[in-house]
């Protein structure tokens, strides 16, 4: 294990009379790694963060930082810096004081405070506003300063909670470069608690997504995109998400496995019908992402479906189509910019079934397939 991993082992939170926050999770954050935790309001995320900063007591298990069990050890103690969602900074003074502030108290010289001040400031391109006070700050200004004051401590970790969630989208997507920026230069742990999808896949080293204060999944952003390990996870993951259909594997009049939903019919690839063999004459869930869904046969593997024109949604470099499948639900597709079809048209589009997921509907968990790993390995 690396001199300063983070490590939780069968962790949990529990509130009276019987409130599971968070429910026996094990996870390692690697030294230096850009972790995020991912879920909805009331996943445990937050209350994860908060433990692993000493905020919140653990009710059961352990928490080490490196070769040492934290659980106990008081949050000043632990060199850890939290950055909060509302920025908590001191409105009666200013940015400098603010900046400094944790220096003065731990008894910092003056002068090395100031040149720390000045040093962190420049960084984050605030330096002009050390005299100002928090109300006369912008929201991106504020979340700034409020990064600022953990950078100055230099501690072992950053602890970032919903930082950019009070940001306008076009500054949370500035803010979202600043950060992965600032990681590479640091090169410290980083452990960002988001709701939000694009933060999770464009910052994230590792993401690990939380549901019900569990741990569904941890792994890296493509890997859990392209392999979700459940259909909370197929769902929850980007917008529009993965198409979910009720459908069931049969056997089709050349005996090779297809998956049937409505008048949609896939034949499986033939290496995977090991995988599939068990599930002939079963219910699954079957999973096609957006993308997965083509205007034309650009692959000789790829198979016909014909839907319907329900709604096209112009998003500027690509087009969402929503179409039903007859026989069953409605579907959505990305398209290029150009695309165009009126409403109620009939269209002939193209999956390969290599691209597909397919699902258990009893545990909703992932049915693996061949030379396909789907990790839910939290070390």
């Known amino acids: 294990m690396a001199g300063n991993d983070i490590r939780l082992e069968h962790v949990s939170k529990v509130y009276p009379p019987d409130v599971k926050a968070v429910d026996q999770i094990d996870l390692t954050v690697r030294d230096g790694e850009l972790m995020i935790l991912l879920g909805p ?20 298990g352990d928490l080490y930082l490196g070769e040492h ?10 060199n850890l810096a939290i950055v909060f969602q509302n920025y908590a900074l001191f409105p009666h003074m200013t940015v400098a004081g603010n900046l400094g502030f944790g220096m003065r108290i731990r008894g910092h010289g003056r002068a090395e405070i100031e040149a720390k001040v000045r040093e962190t400031a420049a960084m984050l391109g605030i330096a002009e506003l050390l005299g100002r006070k928090p109300r006369e700050l912008s ?9 600022g004051r953990a950078l100055i ?14 940001l306008d989208a ?5 803010m979202r470069t600043e950060l992965i920026k600032l990681h590479r230069r640091l090169g410290r742990t980083i452990v960002h608690v988001t709701h939000d999808q694009v933060e999770a896949m464009t910052m994230g080293e590792r993401i690990c997504i939380m549901k019900d204060g569990r741990i569904v999944q941890v792994g890296a952003p ?12 197929a769902g929850f993951l980007a917008s529009p998400p993965m198409n979910l259909l009720d459908a069931q594997i049969e056997a089709g009049r050349d005996g090779r496995l297809r998956v049937v939903c409505g008048r949609l019919a896939l034949s499986l690839p033939s290496a995977d019908t090991g ?31 014909e839907v319907q024109v329900v709604a096209l949604e112009a998003l500027g470099p690509e ?11 409605e579907i959505s597709a990305r398209m290029g910019a150009s695309f165009a079809a009126p409403i109620g048209e009939v269209l002939r589009l193209y999956i390969d079934p290599a691209d597909i997921q397919l699902f258990d509907p009893t545990t909703t968990n992932a049915i693996p397939r061949r030379a396909q790993t789907v990790s839910s390995d939290a070390a």
């Not at 929201?139 to 990064?147: D, F, H, W």
């Open 41 to 60: 309001s009331g996943c445990g995320k937050s209350t994860t963060l908060r433990m692993i900063a000493g905020l919140e007591a653990v009710t059961a």
């Open 69 to 78: 069990r934290i659980n106990d050890v008081d949050p000043k103690d632990r």
């Open 139 to 147: 929201g991106g200004q504020r979340q700034r300063v409020a990064l």
């Open 153 to 166: 401590r230099d501690p072992v970790a950053y602890l970032l909670d919903e930082p950019l969630s009070n």
């Open 170 to 174: 076009k500054l949370r997507s500035t």
């Open 222 to 233: 493509m890997e859990v995109y392209r392999n979700p390990a459940s259909t909370f996870v």
């Open 275 to 305: 995988a599939y063999a068990a599930w002939r004459d079963r219910e699954v869930i079957l999973g096609i992402r957006p993308e997965d869904i083509h205007e034309h046969p650009m692959q000789p593997t790829m198979q016909p479906v």
């Open 319 to 329: 087009i969402i189509l929503v179409a039903g499948l007859p026989g069953a639900a």
